[in-house]
Each structure stands twice: as structure tokens, then as C-alpha cells.
Nanobody, 125 residues
Framework: QVQLVESGGGLGQPGGSLRLSCAAS????????MGWYRQAPGKQRELVAT???????TYANSVEGRFTISRDNAKNTVNLQMNSLKPDDTAVYYC???????????????????WGKGTLVNVSS
């Protein structure tokens, strides 16, 4: 019904930049909060940044001032611009989208969370 496709991961240099994108498609009625999470080897998944439907943004302390989250409602996409990369930013990055799904002959669902499959970011010299 709903698919999330992430792109933009890869190898980044310390001090460099990468940009992640996540596109949602399918039977979408409306999108609420969109966000990025990450999971480093041997660690729990953690919040990186979120952006609500009214463009309120939240950042983890570790990325504040270096990462910027944005969304394009016309394209159902959420982006993460990552600057001043550090080796500690190495992780698999996942997008999460909270949305309502269209259903035939009845009302849309309540808000549901959908996760992407993840994209690897490796910051190394």
C-alpha cells in the first residue's frame, strides 16, 4: 500500500556533506510527521531529526547545527542535509513517516508509522 524509498547514502569524508532523501508513495491520504533515525553498529536506533506537517523541526543534540531536515509536501519527500560530518555519524539511516492510508469504500486509516529499509552512511577518511 505504502512504500518508502531512501537514497543518498554512501561514503562521506569527515567535515564533508551528504544529502539523504526519502520518497513516500502509494495509497496516501495525508502525511503527518516525517523523520530520520539512525542505528550505529552495536547501538540502539536513535532519533536524528523530525519535521511535522506545520514544519516544526526537532533535532538530536548530536546533530543540531550540522544537519537540516526539510520536506516537500507536493512530492511526499523528506530530506536530510548532513554537513560537517563526523565519524560518529556512521550508521544506517532510516526514514519514518507517520501517515493516513486511503482505503476503498471507507474512511482512511488513523495515523500509522511506516519505515524505510535504511541507507548506509559511512564517514571515514
Amino acid at each position: 500500500q505504502v512504500q518508502l524509498v531512501e537514497s543518498g547514502g554512501g561514503l562521506g569524508q569527515p567535515g564533508g556533506s551528504l544529502r539523504l532523501s526519502c520518497a513516500a508513495s502509494g495509497s496516501i491520504f495525508s502525511i503527518n510527521t516525517m523523520g530520520w533515525y539512525r542505528q550505529a553498529p552495536g547501538k540502539q536506533r536513535e532519533l536524528v531529526a523530525t519535521i511535522t506537517s506545520d514544519y516544526t523541526m526537532t533535532y538530536a543534540n548530536s546533530v543540531e547545527g550540522r544537519f537540516t531536515i526539510s520536506r516537500d509536501n507536493a512530492k511526499n519527500t523528506v530530506n536530510l542535509q548532513m554537513n560537517s560530518l563526523k565519524p560518529d555519524d556512521t550508521a544506517v539511516y532510516y526514514c519514518k513517516v507517520n501517515l493516513r492510508v486511503l482505503r476503498p469504500y471507507t474512511f482512511p486509516t488513523d495515523n500509522l508509522d511506516y519505515w524505510g529499509k535504511g541507507t548506509l552512511v559511512n564517514v571515514s577518511s
